[in-house]
């Protein structure tokens, strides 16, 4: 006889599940559990069988034999979780997935502390590099997805939480529940003309039904550099000065001979940097009802640099709310952002303050000259040496800068189920921020001596950009027998908009008053821009019997960044997924398991081109001066040639994936193996300069191949009740090369002076941005030997570099001659492959996780090196000492001088070194109190964690860091990867740390 | 709609709606000037390819920049393409002058008076690309108008041809001079004096005397020659009677300096290149000593030193000379002696001399090369000077007639200007070395030695004058001139070949 049942649902650890489902099997009848996870169900037949379903958790059934309460514990299904993929508009099962996608969830972000969120990514996916530029506060990353495919700056697109934006920076990295990081044709190609560079969805983090939780993490660490370079003091300056002096047959200067003053001097790089505080916390408040769910987050993060005068701090709060009701579903999410970063710009830069001169004068205030003090009337490079002599730690610390930016980031989604399986979804996105870009340098004498600036002056600009972005979509999905179609179809439109407004002025009546009305109004630059793209798309994901899988995609743009004729692009993909394992015939094959086979094709594009590109207009700023009373006069000139053909960049890509778990599902493998061919690239070369215009203008023309094998190994077993450990291990490797420049010049940039030293050379059948220039091949021992080598550059004398001769005119061999014939590619900024490797293990409470990650196989120029032994204007390396002499020959620092007849600092061999390193990025050991514990303090989660960062690094590299990012000389363009001029130095930080959810 | 796709600038005006009234040309006319402040021409980088490749300047340091001054530049390097990109920013921009101005509703004389500097800026630039690069194409017409894949390189003499055309119609059609507010364009002098500077340059002597005859007898404007040579280098005398063409600059601030931007820095700071050792902070230069040993070998009627030595060098020698009221000795910045200056000589070896033309101390009270900020010169940079124009019609005269009267008039006002006796016959050499000791730093020594045919004889072959970078061993037939910018080369390969040498 039928009867009523209840009971309550609980998850592992005994806290009520609600909003399970519950049904009786083989009939209609059934219900949800409620908030406190309690059901009811009526007039159940005895022996029925009762299924409790949920998302994330494994189907359990309870069989109805007379008693009238059942309580069930629903155990979470590891296996489930990781089966839904997130993909452009919407999610797929993973054995649907067809292209080639790598994600990372919460657990491997939250538990560190990352400057910029996207650092969270480093190491973590194959194909995925991400470096940072330098360890500053605040410092951005460079994001290169299989492969640099353009000659632009272009870095992937990022879509967070529907919104299609640059950068992932205003995102708190705690709020990030899911990266998805889109790699080939088939997963790209619905994101059309922008793709071509990778797509990154970020998806934050919701609530969680029926839970209602506070969670608060905190953390406190401190920052130290890991490797100082040993830079001369006082009296190794002088006397590496005074030998180049004697060598060159010129006069000593003063300060370094007869008026040398042990007193004074300094050691500024010591003086540069400190112990640096790091403090992230973050507070989140989260739960759900029936109908609803809700995240409120708030997250501050307030970082010290490691060099004094550098801070960032971020702000954020993000509220994100779900409702549904029926067919009808809401969700939004939105971001507030305030970021105040104060870099110091000076550390570290060309010329330098030299090591004879006190950073303070005797008053105690930042000095770049002691001749006051010291009672001499000189000149003072006469007196101290030829050198810009800039007390950069006083420029840094007397001049004010701060960057604000307030960034609104959210998306509303609407949707509608019209009827079974068709949904259509209004989606709003926009982005907004408000920038603010502030510097101040004050009437000081430190800053007037050392640099270009005469006087005070302001220089502050506000940007306003807005971003609104409607998408319709329409879906359907839906399961016939064996059939399964997953069909979408939309129609999008983002409209970009940017106004700006800035001002100089100089001479301010004193240095207290910093607004730009108080000091003479210099210019006021200012700027318009709006840009849009419409777009439709669809998407046919078909699945037959979960064994055949077939995805065509298909997205038409149009841009406004492009002439009419040319605005339309259309990118199309197609794949197929063979899901083995379910074939008959392997059904009782276990040793491997889920195995499945993709292939895929398909064109998408990059929009690299900035707006109005197409544009010709004239330069409202040819100025000139006029009249007995000297006068500025406007003038009017065309200063840019533009090429209005320009349109999108196309990569083609060809993708083959092979995935199979073993060990019984513990450890499961992804590989992957692509072609990747991008054509009509953006090369930019300048017109013939006799057009009187020199920019560089940018025509498609360009090609590149790259090609590259991914491996990812994901291992996870539970040993014991007590013991559980996992482990990921990703790899992979890239060959680029570029196929074509047009009729374009091989493209030369990399320079790591203000000297302008090319060090990179782009052609074709290389790979982009290789250093391009002479080996080394041992210092002179005698000035004969010296004049035989027929240097055409320089004229060597004993003690000077030997340069290699390795070929005349017309490539033919060794000619006598050491000339531009004997220029050559040396070096590879580009690693032949990347690693990471994550390790953690649970053992009762305590948990470790160990983080690794490594390059091997790249070059990198160690720019400083230039500074250090070559470059007068500042100091030297204490190493210059070791320099060679008729004395002293065993080594390889050429001899001291500072007129260089030898040319001893063109770009050579001399500054390259191995950049390969390998790391621990991350290690964590974490302790929770036990439950016993927590229930008498009413407390859900108690944890206490120590962590490191970088705290082993092993490498040959004799820079500061390995991790150098893009050299900011070039713009941090591509042509300048691996050119290190002494970039901001990577920390180590150990961190404490606390996690607590009520 | 399709309507937000269609997006165009509303930052500027489009090339397309210029050129409608007189304040459109004169626009225009400004326009045509900039480059002469651009970083890559007459604030700085310019001098690397003019005097620092001349017998008088002892460059120190190898670098990219200076390579040129020993041979060593190729096509690819700094100084060869960014001044030449600056020197065809002119010349594009005065084509635009020249092609739309007379097109222009508006006053007759204005207008004829604009494009006339076309003209003129026009010629100026190719007559420095004419003799930097020698083989160069001709463009007349704006960029738009031409299909750049035509573009040929010229022969050097059809260029000379078109320099003249162009410096014809300019002097006929430039005012004497303009009003107050305008001082500072070009006028027919300039173009006259340029003029008869590309005959000379030609050998065309006869046609070289007959414009510079017309200048000295005040065909376009009076000028004369200042009392005090000094005058001529100083920001309180600039456009002086005796300038014909100054570039203009003001030392006006932090910003970066020349180009094409709202308040760009228009001061020059090519006195950093210049400056003695230790009052620069850039590489610097010595002067060889064949150079004060040529000033020094003669003495003005009172018996003293040539005045034009203490303006122009800076040396270790307490000679002393009365000159216009003053007393004038080896000073630099600061006022201080040699000795002063770097008291730790070493006297028992060579002594090096550095320069001292342009640098203005005096009158500005600068401490060193840079003060008052990287761009902080603000001296008109004087490009034609009357005693030049005197110079160069003894030469022409000379050429035609040997040492004529009026040759030996000619030469002898610049030397009575600063004492010097008068010459009663000259030869070749005493023109060529008195225009060493009036013009050294005035960016025509390289050229003089160039159309001489002397560049081999008196560089190449004296490696010694290049010591303090990397000799001159460097040197292959044809690189007394610069190599075609590389990118040029390869924009219209394969039409155009590099000149010998590279």
């Known amino acids: 006889q039928a009867q009523s049942v209840s009971g309550t649902v609980y998850d592992n650890s005994g806290s009520p599940l609600p909003g399970v489902n519950v049904i009786v099997k083989g009939t209609s009848s059934g219900t949800q559990t409620d908030f406190d996870g309690n059901y009811t169900i009526n007039n159940v037949d005895s022996g029925a069988v009762l299924e409790f379903s949920y998302i994330g958790f494994k189907t359990t059934e309870a069989t109805f034999s007379g008693s009238s309460v059942i309580n069930v514990t629903m155990e979470e299904d590891t296996q489930a979780l990781d089966e839904v993929v997130v993909i452009g508009y919407g999610t797929q099962k993973k054995s649907d997935v067809t292209g080639a996608v790598a994600s990372i969830d919460s657990k491997a972000i939250e538990k560190f502390t990352f400057t910029d969120a996207s650092q969270a990514l480093q190491g973590q996916l194959a194909g995925v590099s991400v470096q940072s530029a330098g360890g500053a506060p605040g410092a951005g990353t460079d994001i290169v997805i299989r492969g640099i495919g353009t000659f632009s700056n272009n870095g992937p697109l990022f879509v967070i939480d529907g919104v299609i934006t640059n950068n992932m920076s205003s995102v708190s990295p705690q709020d990030i529940a899911n990266v998805s990081v889109l790699k080939d044709a088939s997963a790209l190609a619905i994101y059309g003309s922008r793709a071509a560079n990778?797509?990154?969805?970020?998806?934050?983090?919701?609530?969680?039904?029926?839970?209602?939780?506070?969670?608060?993490?905190?953390?406190?660490?401190?920052?130290?550099?890991?490797?100082?370079?040993?830079?001369?003091?006082?009296?190794?300056?002088?006397?590496?000065?005074?030998?180049?002096?004697?060598?060159?047959?010129?006069?000593?200067?003063?300060?370094?001979?007869?008026?040398?003053?042990?007193?004074?001097?300094?050691?500024?790089?010591?003086?540069?940097?400190q112990t640096a505080g790091v403090h992230d916390s973050n507070l989140r408040l989260s739960g759900g009802g029936e109908n609803t769910l809700f995240s409120l987050s708030l997250s501050h993060y307030d970082q010290e640099g490691v060099i004094k005068f550098s801070d960032f701090e971020r702000y954020t709060v993000r509220a994100n709310a779900g409702f549904t009701k029926g067919r009808f579903d809401l969700q939004s999410t939105i971001g507030l952002t305030r970021t105040v970063n104060n870099p110091n710009p000076y550390f570290n830069r060309e010329r330098n303050l030299l090591p004879t001169i006190n950073l303070r004068n005797s008053a105690g205030q930042f000095s770049a000259s002691d001749l006051e003090d010291r009672g001499i009337d000189a000149a003072l490079g006469a007196f101290y040496g030829p050198g810009t002599i800039v007390n950069e730690l006083g420029l840094a610390a007397l001049e004010d800068r701060t960057i604000t930016r307030n960034t609104i980031l959210g998306n509303i989604a609407a949707s509608y189920e019209i009827f079974n399986g068709l949904t259509y979804k209004l989606s709003l996105g926009l982005e907004s921020y408000a920038n603010n870009n502030f510097r101040f340098s004050p009437a000081e004498q430190v800053i007037f001596d050392g640099s270009n600036r005469a006087f005070s002056e302001l220089s502050e600009t506000n940007e306003n950009f807005l971003s609104t972005l409607v998408e319709h979509t329409l879906n359907y999905n839906r399961t016939f027998g064996k059939h399964t179609v997953d069909v979408l179809g939309g129609f999008t439109e983002q409209i970009n908009d940017v106004r700006r407004l800035g001002v100089n002025a100089i001479n301010f009546p004193s240095n207290d008053i910093r607004v730009a009305s108080a000091g003479e109004v210099q210019n006021t630059p200012a700027f318009q821009g709006t840009d849009a793209i419409q777009s439709y798309f669809g998407r046919v994901n078909y699945t037959f019997d979960d064994r055949y899988v077939l995805t065509g995609t298909l997205r038409r743009d149009g841009s406004s960044l492009f002439k009419e004729e040319l605005r339309w692009g259309t990118f199309p993909s197609a794949a197929v997924a063979w899901n083995i394992s379910n074939e008959p015939f392997l059904q009782d094959f276990d040793a491997l398991t889920n195995i499945k086979f993709r292939v895929g094709y398909g064109e998408i594009g990059s929009n690299n081109v900035g707006r109005y590109a197409t544009d010709p207009v004239l330069n409202l700023f040819s100025e000139y001066i006029l009249g007995d009373n000297q006068t500025r006069v406007q003038g009017y000139s065309i200063t840019n040639s533009v090429n209005p053909n320009l349109t999108w960049e196309t990569t083609k890509t060809t993708n083959y994936g092979l995935e199979f778990n073993t060990l019984n599902n513990r450890l499961g493998i992804t590989m992957e193996y692509f072609v990747k061919d991008t054509e009509d690239i953006l090369v930019s070369t300048p017109l013939s300069f006799i057009t009187g215009t020199g920019n560089p203008v940018p025509a498609n023309r360009g090609s590149i191949t790259n090609s590259g094998f991914e491996f990812l190994a994901n291992y996870r077993d539970q040993i014991t009740d007590d013991l559980s450990v996992s482990a990921t291990f990703n790899f992979s490797t890239v060959k680029n090369e570029v196929t074509s420049i047009g009729d374009g010049s091989p493209i030369r940039s990399g320079s790591f002076t203000s000297n302008t030293i090319f060090s990179t050379r782009t052609d074709v059948g290389q790979p982009i941005g290789s250093f391009y220039g002479y080996i080394v091949d041992g210092i002179y021992q005698s000035d004969a030997e010296a004049t035989a080598a027929n240097d055409q550059p320089g004229n060597p004398r004993a003690g000077d570099l030997r340069f290699k001769d390795i070929a005349g005119p017309d490539g033919s061999g060794p000619d006598g001659i050491i000339d531009e014939n004997d220029e050559t590619y040396i070096g590879n900024p580009a690693p032949d492959f990347e690693y990471g490797l994550n390790l953690s293990a649970e053992y009762k409470n305590w948990d470790v996780s160990l983080f690794f990650n490594g390059v091997a196989g790249n070059e990198i120029l160690n720019g400083t090196k230039y500074r250090g032994y070559f470059d007068f204007n500042g100091n030297y390396f204490a190493d210059a000492l070791n320099a060679w002499t008729p004395s002293n020959t065993n080594t390889n620092i050429p001899r001291n001088t500072q007129s260089d007849p030898g040319f001893n600092r063109r770009m050579s061999t001399f500054y390259l070194e191995d950049g390969s390193y390998f790391r621990l990025r991350n290690a964590q050991v974490g302790y929770s109190i036990p439950d016993t514990i927590l229930d008498k303090i009413k407390l859900a989660k108690l944890r206490l964690y120590v962590s490191a960062i970088n705290l082993f690094t092993i490498t040959d590299y004799e820079g500061y860091y390995p991790e150098v990012g893009r050299n900011g000389r070039g713009g941090r363009g591509v042509f300048t990867r691996g050119v290190d001029e002494g970039s901001y130095p990577t920390p180590r930080t150990l961190q404490l740390g606390v996690q607590v959810s009520f | 709609s399709d309507d937000i796709?269609?997006?165009?600038?509303?930052?500027?005006?489009?090339?397309?709606?210029?050129?409608?009234?007189?304040?459109?040309?004169?626009?225009?006319?400004?326009?045509?000037?900039?480059?002469?402040?651009?970083?890559?021409?007459?604030?700085?980088?310019?001098?690397?390819?003019?005097?620092?490749?001349?017998?008088?300047?002892?460059?120190?340091?190898?670098?990219?920049?200076?390579?040129?001054?020993?041979?060593?530049?190729?096509?690819?390097?700094?100084?060869?393409?960014?001044?030449?990109?600056?020197?065809?920013?002119?010349?594009?921009?005065?084509?635009?002058?020249?092609?739309?101005?007379?097109?222009?509703?508006?006053?007759?004389?204005?207008?004829?008076?604009?494009?006339?500097?076309?003209?003129?800026?026009?010629?100026?630039?190719?007559?420095?690309?004419?003799?930097?690069?020698?083989?160069?194409?001709?463009?007349?017409?704006?960029?738009?108008?031409?299909?750049?894949?035509?573009?040929?390189?010229?022969?050097?003499?059809?260029?000379?041809?078109?320099?003249?055309?162009?410096?014809?119609?300019?002097?006929?059609?430039?005012?004497?001079?303009?009003?107050?507010?305008?001082?500072?364009?070009?006028?027919?002098?300039?173009?006259?004096?340029?003029?008869?500077?590309?005959?000379?340059?030609?050998?065309?002597?006869?046609?070289?005397?007959?414009?510079?005859s017309e200048i000295m007898a005040g065909t376009y404007g009076s000028y004369q020659l200042m009392d005090d040579y000094a005058a001529n280098f100083t920001e309180e005398f600039e456009n002086n009677a005796e300038s014909l063409f100054e570039i203009q600059l003001v030392n006006d601030g932090n910003g970066g300096w020349g180009g094409d931007g709202p308040g760009r820095g228009k001061g020059s700071a090519y006195q950093a290149d210049l400056a003695p050792r230790g009052f620069t902070n850039q590489n610097g230069m010595r002067v060889n000593q064949w150079a004060y040993d040529l000033f020094t070998d003669e003495v003005t009627v009172n018996g003293e030193l040539d005045p034009r030595i203490y303006t122009t060098l800076f040396a270790n020698s307490d000679e002393t000379t009365e000159y216009q009221g003053k007393t004038l000795a080896f000073k630099t910045f600061t006022d201080k002696t040699f000795l002063e200056a770097y008291p730790d000589t070493d006297l028992d070896k060579p002594i090096p001399i550095y320069a001292n033309k342009w640098m203005d101390w005096e009158f500005t009270g600068r401490v060193e090369s840079r003060d008052g900020g990287w761009h902080g010169g603000g001296n008109n940079l004087r490009l034609l000077r009357y005693s030049d124009i005197l110079l160069m019609f003894a030469e022409a005269e000379f050429m035609l007639n040997g040492s004529t009267p009026a040759a030996l008039d000619a030469i002898n006002q610049v030397r009575a200007r600063v004492d010097m006796p008068a010459f009663t016959s000259i030869t070749m050499q005493d023109i060529e070395d008195e225009r060493v000791k009036e013009l050294t730093f005035e960016r025509t020594r390289y050229y003089d030695l160039l159309r001489w045919g002397k560049v081999v004889e008196r560089i190449v072959n004296n490696p010694d004058l290049k010591s303090e970078s990397a000799g001159t061993g460097a040197y292959k037939p044809g690189r007394e001139y610069i190599a075609i910018p590389q990118n040029d080369i390869d924009r219209n390969f394969p039409r155009w070949t590099q000149n010998e040498g590279y």
Do not use: C
């Open chain 1, 198 to 273: 990778g797509v990154v969805i970020v998806t934050t983090k919701k609530g969680t039904r029926g839970k209602l939780s506070i969670d608060f993490n905190t953390s406190y660490g401190v920052a130290s550099v890991i490797r100082e370079l040993d830079w001369a003091n006082n009296r190794q300056y002088a006397d590496i000065v005074n030998r180049a002096n004697d060598n060159d047959g010129n006069a000593r200067f003063p300060a370094n001979d007869t008026q040398f003053d042990p007193n004074f001097g300094s050691n500024l790089y010591a003086e540069s940097v």
């Open chain 2, 5 to 212: 796709l269609n997006q165009t600038n509303p930052n500027s005006i489009t090339p397309a709606s210029f050129w409608q009234n007189a304040d459109d040309a004169n626009r225009g006319a400004f326009g045509m000037y900039t480059p002469f402040t651009n970083i890559w021409y007459y604030t700085r980088f310019e001098i690397f390819t003019s005097d620092y490749r001349d017998d008088v300047i002892n460059g120190f340091n190898t670098s990219e920049r200076t390579a040129v001054g020993y041979f060593s530049g190729t096509a690819d390097s700094n100084a060869t393409f960014w001044v030449w990109q600056a020197m065809f920013q002119g010349v594009a921009r005065a084509n635009e002058v020249i092609f739309n101005v007379p097109n222009i509703d508006m006053d007759a004389t204005l207008r004829d008076n604009i494009v006339g500097e076309g003209h003129f800026v026009r010629a100026f630039n190719y007559f420095n690309l004419l003799n930097n690069w020698r083989n160069i194409p001709i463009i007349t017409l704006p960029t738009s108008e031409y299909d750049l894949n035509e573009v040929m390189q010229a022969p050097p003499e059809d260029v000379w041809a078109q320099i003249e055309l162009d410096l014809q119609t300019a002097r006929d059609l430039l005012p004497n001079s303009w009003s107050a507010e305008f001082t500072g364009r070009a006028t027919a002098g300039a173009a006259a004096g340029l003029l008869g500077k590309t005959y000379l340059y030609q050998g065309k002597w006869a046609e070289a005397k007959a414009v510079f």
